[in-house]
């Protein structure tokens, strides 16, 4: 089944160690999103791609960082984690190319990465 | 800015019956997609029903509706036949069809307890 796939699905990291989160797809979609989500909140948006194009968000932090180096894969890079990145980061995909295919527009989302900082 | 309320951040049901949980959104917009997400405790977000803002007619799937009313900028989700599993977080989301836009605005939430 084409799918969203986040790994490690737990992550314990200690306080200002670099820290690696990645997503891959196979469902081929053009945009892929990385969230921040807080207990019992609203997923909160970091970047987006659009195919290469990087999009930050204005109050994203600079310790976040983002590559993706093809369709398939993105990855999300903490560079010094806080206690307060402790959260749950969602990668989500988005097919925005083509309108006949099931699904155009819609997020598909991973099942998410829960980091812990010590 | 685009924005999306949900007003609701809790919401009770007794299984079998049906309840409706509310979303307002506010945009200058006329073509938009509307959604509705179900994110179970500690599983994954999935899509429960999508609406485009050209469609007059409510979108439905199985027991799920909407009623979408453009010119009030409502979208309520109307859960018929409630089951157990139907317990989760629900976020009303909101995403411009305007090219060049890929964003989706989220709703704070709304966490759905379906007793037995």
């Known amino acids: 089944d084409a799918m969203v796939i986040q790994n490690p699905r737990y992550q314990v990291t200690q306080f200002g160690k670099p820290v690696t989160l990645s997503c891959s797809q196979t469902?081929?979609?053009?945009?892929m999103y990385w969230y921040q989500q807080k207990s019992s909140q609203a997923p909160k948006l970091l970047f987006h791609?659009?195919?290469?194009?990087?999009?930050n968000e204005a109050d994203t932090p600079d310790n976040f960082q983002s590559r993706r180096p093809n369709t398939s894969f993105c990855f999300l890079d903490i560079r010094s984690p806080g206690l307060g990145d402790a959260a749950m980061y969602l990668c989500?995909?988005?097919?925005?190319?083509?309108?006949?295919?099931?699904?155009?527009?819609?997020?598909?989302f991973g099942p998410g990465t829960r980091l812990t900082v010590l | 800015a685009q924005t999306v309320t949900q007003s609701q951040p809790e919401m009770s049901v007794q299984e079998a019956e049906t309840v409706t949980l509310s979303c307002t959104y506010d945009?200058?917009?006329?073509?938009?997609?509307l959604f509705w997400y179900k994110q179970p405790p500690s599983r994954q977000m999935i899509l429960v029903i999508r609406?485009?803002?050209?469609?007059?007619q409510n979108a439905t799937e199985n027991r799920f509706s909407v009623n979408f009313q453009k010119a009030a900028k409502s979208f309520s989700l109307k859960i018929s036949d409630s089951q157990l599993g139907d317990a989760a977080m629900y976020f009303c989301?909101?995403?411009?069809?305007?090219?060049?836009?890929?964003?989706?605005?989220f709703g704070t939430g709304t966490r759905l307890k379906v007793l037995a």
């Open positions: 989301a909101y995403r411009s069809a305007n090219s060049g836009t890929y964003k989706y605005i």
């Open positions: 609406q485009e803002a050209y469609k007059q």
């Open positions: 945009t200058s917009e006329s073509d938009y997609y």
């Open positions: 989500a995909t988005s097919n925005s190319l083509f309108p006949t295919r099931q699904g155009y527009n819609e997020q598909f």
């Open positions: 469902l081929n979609h053009n945009v």
């Open positions: 791609y659009y195919d290469k194009d990087f999009n």
